[in-house]
């Protein structure tokens, strides 16, 4: 009947609180949203169907029932819901702690749950207080309070994720070994992923609140909710409690049957038979639940009593008073003391700990642990004096011990002998000293890394090497690449993982290193993992360094050198790539040359298309022009002296040169205009002005200038030094001079100018050979060379080539002659047999010759050549025309065999390969009849003029 009455009692309460926050000015409201973290067991998380359970869940829906308002529960990550209810999307926010921060935006209700955060970590590890955590790795929820409380405490290495669930998931996995977390959640998942047994509590950070939450200026809200939870029996709100923390209520569950009274109220008699029933059993389960905790309670009391004497640790505790509670086997053996002994005896009487210098510390441990508060730990430098006078170090902590209200009832010392450990130390100490020597004597650097804490320890030696301050270098792995070359650290991370996952028995690489001052110093690092855990995951990953810089440096300079060889023989496969090129283009242009010359002698003197051949003409000797330069730029021409006009080559080269600057580089000429002849070989002259040339464009950033100017120097007895470097004998020069508005060259470089294979420019673009060929090229023809130039305004190159002041030479006036009107009895007793691979080629020599008069016979290959002359001993055969390059035989083999035959014949060879080819058999010098291809058939007739001493008009051997 009296719980009837106090239902009926809190109804009509609520009836008037409604009433009275309506009156206030505010409608009641028929929803509220309220969100939370989702993932907080047990008070609020999703279970394996993605259902929301929990505590929360249920007694919200209680003051749903009581209040008569909807409510809609949103649960997600606790960052999202922080954001949401900032935004105004939501109207409560539940399981929220109370921040400085926090109460800035949101009016807090009283709390109603008390929340431990905790720190936890993995048993390989060992953490004691706060101050240890700045050496981990700490893994926190994104948005949880602990983050900013640890910054601000000096722990900076966080690991944010999004859930609870998922840390614990990666603690399960071994990828975290130390996480700070709320402790309802922390031991629900502990259990429930069944880790327990791998995980220690370590230092509570401190102790949270859990509050509901409005936003600022919704207090009639706040107290509307506040209100709704006061109304829920506690006998229910403790029920959820009970099954969710699996703790047993101190309340009746009779409440349940309240609903089936009510209908019967009526009838008192009925409702008091039941209540008494209800009563009877109720207490019947309450009797049944306190017997089953006193069993538990004794079972537990027997277990910690078991657990304290099966510790490998001495542990003493005490009263409020500081007197010895109790003390297991280990304290026993190591104070000399024995429990029944020891008990309500003052702890500083029987753990006497002593530092280094004999002053005495136990008291205040016990007054730090016990009036401050606070956890205190002792390490190596505190020795325990036992009962009979004996010492041995120690280390430990002194912990206080609290109640569920927090208050202090005692405390509690853990302590062990490191003696030995101590010993073993020192020894290991003395060992790492004789090893740091050895590694000092051979220039070795030592780093390690500790993989399951993600830190790289660099030592002092490898911080000198890059240039830091004396002392080690600490880096997560994340940041430990840092000091690497961009270009090298994937390559190392891919090594470093490989012999991590047991690819490759050691780590073997070369790399660079950022030195302090920004230059790059080369590195070589050997290591390999030396420990792994039982599950085989590595555990520390040792290695060492070397400072390899100078080795690197001479190899460089090997390298460097290999590669000028290299690109020397580039140079040499061009050079041969367009020699074979020339050739077929020289065939070409002699096809064109001989069929053009005799479409031309068919022609009418006043046939439209006389003109269109002789352009045709034209082009083919300008064509054969370029080539003769691509064989001198390729190096491929014999060097053939003749007397020229260096204007003269400058001035047909204008088209080339124009190409080879470039459209942003303008072309100045200031040529003398009765310039001196000199003699030496037109591709050297081209060879000189090409290599010249191209340096000056390479020497032009953008827009620039290149001039070429000639002049007429002589050089008086009293005077022959120029400015610059040259030192030029006495006589007439023609000066060449080629100048640029570059950047310059440095007066350290311009003394090793000349050095061959010395250049400035990029790898690839440069041989190192270009000067210094000009050098030889003009000291071979008895000039000189002189270079001025300042940095930033230009260089000028100035050379001195001797004037020719001798008589032009037969090979010199051929050019000039012409064909001149022969009569032809003069040629028809002229037999010639031309022996040519290029059937085009052949049939119009053969042709333009009997065009000529003359007795011509033709043959494509050497062994034709060879029969028709066995055949034909008794004739005579004036002159062979045969090329150099034939199929199955030389033109100078052929020649050799038909000499045998016809002694008194001469021979003219004719090609179109450059001066190798010619070295090969032997064709070079002034005594070698030889005519190049493209030649016009005036360039033939003339040849054979001069070889048969056939007199200009008048048709008769000389």
Sequence with gaps: MGLVLRYIVAVLCALAFTEGFTASGMEVPKKITVVMDDNYPPYVFRNDRGRLVGILPELWHLWEKQMGTHVVITAMDWSEALEIMKSGEADVIDTIFKTPEREKVFDFSKPYADIPVSIFYHRSISIHDVSDLKNFVVAVKQGDACVNWLQRTGVHYLNLQPSYAVIMDKAREGEIKVFCMDDPPAFYYLTRLGIADQFMKGPTLYVGQFHRAVRKGHKQLLTFIRYGFSTIPEAKAKAIYARWLSTSSPYSVFVRYAFWVIPCIAVVSLIVGLWIFALRRAVAQKTSALRKLLKEGAMREQLLRTTLYSIGEGIITTDINGLVDRMNNVAENLTGWKEKEARSKPLASILKLVDENGRELTESLISSAMKQGIVYNFSEATFLVSEKGDKCAVAGSFSPVRDEEKNILGVVVVFRDITAELEDRQKLEFAYKLLDLAMEGAGFAVENINVPEGLCYRDRRWAEMVGLESGGVVQSLNSCMEFVHPDDRERVCAAIKANLRGDTETYDEEYRLEHKDGHWIWVKSKGRVIERDSKGDPKWFASVVMDITEQKQSQEKVISLERQLNRVA????????????????????????????????????????????????????????????LLAFARKEAIEPVRLNINGVIEQSVRIIHKLLGEDISLKLELCEDLWDVYMDPGQLDQILMNLLINARDAISGVGTVSIQTSNVIISGGCNILAGHALVSPGEYVRLSVADTGCGIPPSVLERIFEPFFTTKEPGKGTGLGLSVVYGVVRQNGGWIDIKSEVGKGTEVIIYIPRYTGEATKKDLAAFESIGEIQANGRMSKTIIVVEDEESILSAMVEFLKRYGYRAYGFGSPKDAIQWVTAHQSERVDLLIIDVVLPSMSGVKLWEEIRTIMPEAQCLFVTGYGGEILEKYGLTGENVNLLRKPFSMKDLVNKMNSLLSIEQGKGKAR
Excluded: W, Y
């Excluded at 020289?586 to 069929?595: K, M, R, T």
């Excluded at 031309?600 to 006043?606: F, I, K, Q, S, V």
């Excluded at 054969?624 to 330069?629: A, F, I, K, L, M």
């Design 570 to 629: 580039k140079l040499e496969a061009v050079g041969r790539l367009a020699g074979g090129i020339a050739h077929d283009f020289n065939n070409i242009l002699q096809v064109i040359f001989g069929h053009a010359e005799l479409a031309l002698a068919e022609l009418e003197p006043d046939s439209p298309a006389k003109s269109r051949i002789t352009q045709i003409l034209e082009v083919g000797r300008r064509t054969s022009n370029t080539v003769r330069q």
